[in-house]
């Protein structure tokens, strides 16, 4: 059996999940869906690259330790990934221990050969990209992939021999065909090279959030050496000798263009020195550009898939994603392009096709066709398309040219709509005395959408089932080597409609929809003007005690640094009045008074739950009448 090895890039969890995140894991996996459909033995990697300066960051500033900051965010990661029908076999994750022990024999086994050794380094480091640059590497004398700042480190650590594979990836990347794509990458990354490769610090010690040198623990290994090994950890590279031989080398690696110089120039040069077979393609995508900018959580234009796939259905997100951006250029996103394309092609071009084919089946026989068939010429033209159909869309898949591929359906689509038009099946004086006929035209445009729900399945997997239990279209005349076939679907096919598999979209309504929703969370945010009308005050309980017949409530009787007053709390569960009495805790004081149980509280009582333990917020060190601002 072929084998088919594809992966994504490992993602940095140090925010979440973002709409530009989706993109290289939507078109991943649109690949595998493909391949496994064709029958080839996949396997799609992906992951999380959870190592580095930082990550380390922004646990500290989130008080978690880098653990378990990752680890919400993976989880998030992953969460997407499910909404969105990501068919992946292996997550990675840096900090899998797997991986962790693999990347450490990788460095001690490059230093023994000599390929790592021990100096020391100066350079512009920027710390988001987490890269070091020389000075002629720097534009404006800033970051040459993402823009920012860098500032100028110097660290003991050791180097790779980077400056010895010059002539062996100039080479690769200008005779191996097809290595990099598209083309104008690969002219980038020629020039690149031929401005001289130099040794490239593999080790950090400024930081201690890496995985360790076994034999110098003052460092830990850089995190594009951690990360780019991932795609020789997942599949068994020390640990797994069959299962690695299986699939090695990657059939494509697909990622963003920023990252094409990592994947084409760094990664192939590591394998080189292990010995290694290099990855047969890589592929740098465009940006998915908001506003005329990348999107990116830093710059605050990120939308959220979640809210999407909610609300209109991963297909949708799938499918306009790849069919609107040429995988390779950059592309606009916006709320109001999304949902007009929902509108057009998905609810109209296809969506129509199906509800009004399905729909005069049912009208016209009962939802069962007659199971003759009476060709006439207007048949033809429709099913030398459909026979076609495959393998355009196999060339075009196999380019990675997603958005081509969807285009070669659609005409299909539209040239079965048309059909539809020419033939007006719904004119019941034209079919009064042919009803062979009639049945022949339904079971053309069925046998269309068979070859349609099978193709687009890849892109839009649940659309296709949904399509293909609409048609009455069994599992057994929907596999891949059936789509170039015409007249597979039973003639006597039994239709079951069901509802419209992407209903027409108010557009105005939905984008007030979307824009509310994207600015639901600034207006969960008060100003402190609003913040100063609360008054938290210090109270000393002076007196405590049950309310008869609640099991919940306590009487307090506090001192407030002028005057005694009475409060009802619902912590009879957490706290005896015993526990209460001479505590300073913290109170809301202009509450208006309420009754509860018959008893006016003249304030209410800060405590904080997650939701099994409960604590009230105490005052230690300052006097009862204190204000907290
Ligand atoms: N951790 C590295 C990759 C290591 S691979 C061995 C990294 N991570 S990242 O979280 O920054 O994600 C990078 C990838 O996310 C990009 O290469 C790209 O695939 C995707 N994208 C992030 N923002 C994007 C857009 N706005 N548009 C399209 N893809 C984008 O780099």
């Known amino acids: 059996m072929k084998k088919f090895y594809v992966t994504t890039p490992i993602y940095y969890p140090s925010a979440k999940a973002h709409l530009g995140h989706c993109y290289s894991t939507i078109a991943a996996d649109v690949l595998a869906r493909y391949k496994r459909m064709q029958g080839c033995d996949v396997k799609f990697v992906t992951g999380t690259d959870e190592h580095g300066m930082k990550i380390e960051t922004c646990a500290k500033k ?71 640059f020389t000075d002629s590497q720097l534009v404006d004398k800033k ?41 104008s990458r690969k002219n ?30 003052k460092h830990v290994v850089y995190v594009w050496l951690d990360a780019l090994t991932n ?46 077979p290099v990855p047969k393609k890589i592929f740098g995508h465009g940006w998915i550009i908001l506003g005329g900018d990348k ?45 007009n394309k929902i509108n057009s092609d998905l609810a109209n071009d296809l969506g129509n096709l199906l509800s009004r084919s399905t729909a005069l089946v049912d009208k016209c026989f009962g939802g069962t066709l007659l199971g003759e068939l009476k060709p006439d010429s207007d048949d033809e033209h429709l099913a030398s398309l459909v026979r076609s159909l495959k393998n355009k869309v196999e060339i075009h898949l196999d380019n990675l040219e ?80 059936q789509s170039d076939k015409w007249g597979v679907l039973d003639k006597k096919v039994k239709v079951n409609r069901e509802n419209a598999i992407f209903p027409r979209l108010d557009v105005d309504k939905e984008l007030s929809y979307l824009e509310n929703d994207e600015s639901s969370e600034d207006e969960r945010l008060i100003s402190i003007e609003d913040f100063k009308k609360v008054e938290l005050r210090v109270v000393e309980v002076l007196k405590c005690e049950k309310i008869e017949k609640s099991n919940k409530l306590l009487k307090l009787s506090v001192f407030d640094g002028s005057k005694n007053r009475t409060i009802v709390s619902g912590i009879a569960k957490y706290y005896s009045p015993e526990d209460m009495v001479g505590k300073k805790i913290v109170i809301v004081a202009n509450l208006k008074p309420s009754k509860i149980f018959g008893i006016e509280s003249q304030g209410m009582l800060v405590a904080g739950s997650d ?8 005052a230690r060190n300052i006097g009862a009448g204190s204000i907290l601002s």
């Not at 593999?202 to 360790?212: A, C, D, L, N, Q």
């Open 295 to 339: 999107m990116s959580k830093s710059k605050g234009n990120v939308v959220d898939p979640f809210v999407l796939c909610e609300k209109y259905g991963e297909d949708a997100l799938r499918y306009f994603l790849l069919k609107e951006i040429p995988f390779g250029s950059d592309g606009p996103f916006s709320n109001e392009a999304f949902i």
């Open 188 to 217: 980038e990354m020629i020039k690149f090279v031929e401005s001289g490769l130099q040794d490239f610090c593999v080790s950090r010690s400024s930081f201690s959030w890496g995985i360790p040198v076994t034999f110098d623990d």
């Open 143 to 183: 970051c040459p992939d993402c823009g920012r700042e860098v500032v100028w480190s110097e660290e003991d650590s050791y180097f790779f021999k980077l400056s010895l594979f010059q002539d062996r990836i100039l080479d690769l990347l200008k005779n191996s065909e097809g290595f990099i794509e598209p083309v």
């Open 231 to 276: 795609y020789i950890n997942a599949i068994g590279y020390n640990r797994d000798d069959e299962e690695f031989k299986h699939f090695w080398p990657a059939d494509v690696h697909i990622m963003g263009k920023e990252i094409v110089r990592f994947h084409s120039v760094i990664w192939p040069a590591i394998l080189m020195a292990l010995d290694l």
């Open 402 to 481: 997603f958005s081509l591929a969807l285009n070669e359906i659609w005409n299909v689509v539209a040239e079965c709509n048309k059909y539809m038009n020419v033939c007006t099946p719904w004119d019941k004086k034209r079919y009064a005395e042919d009803q062979i006929r009639l049945s022949t035209i339904l079971y053309n445009v069925l046998e269309t959408l068979r070859v349609v729900s099978v193709l687009i399945y890849p892109f839009m997997p649940k659309t296709a089932s949904k399509i293909q239990s609409q048609i009455g279209a069994s599992r057994k005349v929907c596999g891949w080597h």
């Open 62 to 132: 989130a008080n978690l330790s880098p653990i378990e900051y990752v680890n919400r965010i993976v989880a998030q990661f992953k969460e997407l990934w499910k909404v969105l029908n990501i068919s992946y076999d292996v997550f990675i994750r840096t900090t899998d221990d797997y991986h962790v022990k693999s990347v450490q024999k990788i460095f001690k086994d490059l230093y023994d050969k000599g390929y790592i050794y021990k100096g020391k380094y100066g350079g512009w480091y920027c710390s988001p990209c987490e890269a070091f």
């Open 611 to 618: 939701g099994n333990s409960l604590e009230v917020m105490e």
